[in-house]
């Protein structure tokens, strides 16, 4: 449960000028406060490590919203950050913490000062560090002032901080020890000035493995507490043990008791605010099994230095004999195209050897629809029984009508007019389904089936296009093949459905062929 802590020395080169400020720095707490909560069921029900669930599922522990923070400065204002270690006040630590169970942010503006941002202990400002102003004997604690906004109890605290140094190396326990001449600053609330806390002034290399590890071990009940723009307690849901929990809302509890008869009303009140933060599966993180006392989580740290999967190492064989059959690491080369750099290549102007080739042989072109006719210039349908227990089925499912779901895909010209037409086709596709077991008994048949002939009569047959008549041949030579094979179908004569669309649909062209003349003349 417990692992050594790793910790390296603090980059204190400030960002660039006029970058960091007080202002930029409250924006940002404040907006990853209101929609990043912090929450344990993302470690206990999928199992993420920090990064993984702040980046998956918008929320987790103090780890997770100091990262989302880093991520935050770093993507829309271009500053820098670093994660450091803290303790915590002695009324927010259980049984089994170690001394440093907490991960801050610290922001420098130049070597002489900087800023630390705690978005887990909900600070409505940074903790301005100036270095110059130094004192250890701590007689001005009361100059350095922030707030924070105590969520539980609905209060803001003003934090009260001084800035010192270690002397000597710090051992604090078993697994956890500082260097010395470490810079850390220590605050108290006015609420209780005899319990302080300390952020120390170096980066934590490992978050995860060293204090998220025992700090879900130790709290295996999970719970989410959710903010609004005024830091204000807008949903909180706990789990008091493996089978009950506890749902408040503004601090007024709307229900208590097992999940599995949580009542619709009160789930559809609370759905649209915890799906973001549940995967967009409220229910799964709900009735989730937590009797996990005999369980052990592990949560191991994001490799920073990890290459992605896309990179291949290059391994060439020597020109040197001596090495025999061994082979030489010559470094790492890029991955896979993506589809962005294989769009935006000209291949009429190929940059380099390998966009020549690309264009050569590697892109792909789009094949053309085959003009070629059918056998004897005529359309067919072919019926098909797979095997034993299956029903017969058309081969214009391969020919792209139908998919192998039955349903519909047009590619061609007049798609209303077909989509109509095959409303009434599947309803009468679907009854001749129904009567497979018919057909169990007969041997395996292949019907090759001509319906040009049935539609010559009908009117405004010709007028269609060739995929529309393609289309409606196949529709027809589908009931002559199922009639054949011995299905009745009285209810619904196709031919007559098709000659009334027909017609509607001559109607309407000649129509909009008047309306055009009017419109002329």
């Known amino acids: 449960m417990y692992n050594d802590l790793k910790i390296r020395k603090l980059d204190t080169n400030g960002n660039k000028e006029d970058l960091v400020n007080k202002e930029i720095l409250s924006k940002v707490l ?25 980046k998956g599922l918008s929320s987790g522990n103090c780890i997770a919203l100091s990262m989302a923070t880093q991520d935050k400065l770093r993507s829309d204002h271009n500053i820098n950050s670093t994660l450091i270690p803290a303790t915590i006040p002695n009324r927010f630590k259980d049984p089994g913490y ?24 909900y600070f409505k400002e940074p903790m301005e560090i100036n270095y110059n102003n130094n004192n250890n004997n701590n007689n001005n604690n009361n100059n350095n002032t922030c707030k924070m906004r105590n969520l539980y109890e609905g209060k803001d605290e003003t934090i009260h901080y001084d800035i010192d140094k270690l002397m000597d190396k710090l051992i604090l326990n078993k697994h956890q020890t500082l260097h010395g001449g470490t810079t850390y ?21 490992n978050p995860d493995s060293a204090i998220g590890n025992y700090y879900i071990n130790i709290k ?30 503004y601090g007024k509890t709307i229900y208590e008791g097992p999940p599995h008869k949580l009542d619709e009303y009160t789930y559809e009140h609370i759905r649209p605010i915890i799906q973001k933060y549940f995967g967009y599966q409220p229910l799964k993180f709900l009735r989730h099994n937590y009797d996990n006392a005999d369980k052990q989580f592990v949560i191991k740290d994001r490799m920073l230095n990890q290459e992605p999967r896309n990179q291949q190492t290059r391994k060439i064989r020597p020109n040197s004999r001596s090495i025999g059959r061994h082979y030489m690491q010559l470094g790492n080369i890029g991955g896979k195209w993506s589809r962005k750099y294989k769009k935006s290549i000209n291949c009429k102007k190929p940059k380099g050897f390998s966009q020549k080739q690309y264009c050569k042989y590697g892109k792909k072109k789009k094949k053309k629809n085959s003009t070629r006719k059918k056998k004897g210039g005529k359309p067919f349908c072919k019926m098909i029984q797979i095997g034993k227990g299956f029903p017969p089925y058309c081969s214009f499912v391969k020919s792209g009508i139908f998919d192998n779901k039955m349903n519909l895909k047009i590619n061609g010209k007049d798609t209303d007019f077909i989509r109509e037409i095959n409303k009434e086709y599947m309803k009468w596709l679907k009854k001749a389904l129904t009567m497979y077991e018919d057909y169990k008994s007969r041997p395996k048949k292949i019907h090759y089936i001509s319906a040009a002939n049935v539609l010559k009569d009908v009117e405004g047959f010709d007028n269609l296009s060739e995929k529309d008549k393609a289309y409606m041949i196949e529709i027809v030579a589908t009931e002559i093949a199922l009639y054949k094979l011995g299905f009745d179908f009285e209810d619904i004569d196709l031919s007559k459905i098709m000659k009334k669309k027909l017609k509607s649909k001559i109607k309407k062209k000649k129509k909009k062929k008047k309306k055009k003349k009017k419109k002329k003349n």
Not at 30 to 54: D, E, M, W
Not at 99 to 111: F, K
Not at 234 to 239: R, S, V
Request: charged share 25%; glycine share 2%; aromatic share 14%.
């Open 30 to 54: 404040k907006h990853i406060i209101s929609t990043h909560p912090f929450s344990t069921f993302p470690y206990i029900v999928k199992n993420n490590n920090s990064y993984q669930a702040h």
């Open 98 to 121: 170690l001394d440093i169970a907490h991960v801050a942010l610290y922001v420098p503006e130049s070597r002489q000062r900087g800023y630390i941002l705690d978005p887990a202990f």
């Open 185 to 205: 600053i220590e605050g108290s609330t006015d609420k209780d000035l005899t319990d302080k806390w300390r952020y120390y002034l170096t980066e934590i290399v």
């Open 220 to 249: 295996r009940k999970p719970f989410i507490c959710i903010a609004d723009d005024d830091y204000n307690m807008k949903l909180y849901i706990k789990f008091l043990d493996d089978n009950n929990m506890k749902i408040q809302k």
